[in-house]
T-cell receptor, first 109, second 115 residues
Framework: AQRVTQPEKLLSVFKGAPVELKCNYS??????LFWYVQYSRQRLQLLLRHISRESIKGFTADLNKGETSFHLKKPFAQEEDSAMYYC???????????WGAGTKLIIKP | NAGVMQNPRHLVRRRGQEARLRCSPM?????VYWYRQLPEEGLKFMVYLQKENIIDESGMPKERFSAEFPKEGPSILRIQQVVRGDSAAYFC?????????????FGPGTRLTVT
C-alpha cells in the first residue's frame, strides 16, 4: 500500500542549528514529492517540490530512491522556521497527494 | 487571480445544529479537496470532488458528514447534528486537472467550534 511516514511528530532545535525533517514513502514507482508548510494560524502553502529542484527559504530536499526518502534539510535554522511541515508524495496514477501526519518544528532562541 | 476562498472563517454551533462550510476554488480550478485538522494534530484528508462528482470520500466519517461541488457555486461541506468532537479547522484546497507535479492551493480554513 502507498504510505508516507513522518516519524517525528515534534522536532525542537536551537536557532542556528541544522534541521532535518524526515519523510519516508512506500511506493514502487517514481513519485513526485512535495513539502508543504503551515505557519501558525496561516493556510498551508507549498514549500518546495522535487520536480523544480528549488531551494526555498534555505530548505532543500533530496530524493533518495534507494531509501525511499525525501528528507527536508536546512543548515542553519531560524526562529521564523517554526511551523508545521507536511511531506506529500504524489504516488498513484490519479496524481493524488498522499499526506504525511506532519512534523511540528520548534526553533528555540 | 483570487486565491481559494473559504467562509465563514469562524463558525460557532451548538451541539445538534448543522454546520455548512463553503469553499470557492481558484479561478479555473475544477477540483476541490477538504481536509480536517484537529487541535494539535496533523492534516487529515476527508474528500476529493470534481464538479458534480465525488471522486474519493475515503476520509469522510460515514455519518453526519456530506460534501458537494455543484456545477455552479462553491463546494459545501455539511456537518449535521454537530458534536464537540467536530471542533476543528477545516481546510479546502483546489487544483487544476491533476497531473504529474501538480500543486494544491489551500484556503485560509474555517475554524468550527461546537459548544
Amino acid at each position: 500500500a502507498q504510505r508516507v511516514t513522518q516519524p517525528e511528530k515534534l522536532l525542537s532545535v536551537f536557532k542556528g542549528a541544522p534541521v532535518e525533517l524526515k519523510c519516508n514513502y512506500s511506493y514502487s514507482g517514481s513519485p513526485e514529492l512535495f513539502w508543504y508548510v503551515q505557519y501558525s494560524r496561516q493556510r498551508l502553502q507549498l514549500l518546495l517540490r522535487h520536480i523544480s529542484r528549488e531551494s526555498i527559504k534555505g530548505f532543500t530536499a533530496d530524493l533518495n530512491k534507494g531509501e525511499t526518502s525525501f528528507h527536508l534539510k536546512k543548515p542553519f535554522a531560524q526562529e521564523e522556521d517554526s511551523a508545521m511541515y507536511y511531506c506529500a508524495p504524489q504516488m498513484d496514477s490519479n496524481y493524488q497527494l498522499i499526506w504525511g501526519a506532519g512534523t511540528k518544528l520548534i526553533i528555540k532562541p | 487571480n483570487a486565491g481559494v476562498m473559504q467562509n465563514p472563517r469562524h463558525l460557532v454551533r451548538r451541539r445538534g445544529q448543522e454546520a455548512r462550510l463553503r469553499c470557492s476554488p481558484m479561478k479555473g480550478h475544477s477540483h476541490v479537496y477538504w481536509y480536517r485538522q484537529l487541535p494539535e494534530e496533523g492534516l487529515k484528508f476527508m474528500v476529493y470532488l470534481q464538479k458534480e462528482n465525488i471522486i474519493d470520500e475515503s476520509g469522510m466519517p460515514k455519518e453526519r458528514f456530506s460534501a458537494e461541488f455543484p456545477k455552479e457555486g462553491p463546494s459545501i461541506l455539511r456537518i449535521q447534528q454537530v458534536v464537540r468532537g467536530d471542533s476543528a479547522a477545516y481546510f479546502c484546497a483546489s487544483s487544476p486537472e491533476p497531473g504529474q507535479g501538480f500543486m494544491q492551493y489551500f484556503g485560509p480554513g474555517t475554524r468550527l467550534t461546537v459548544t
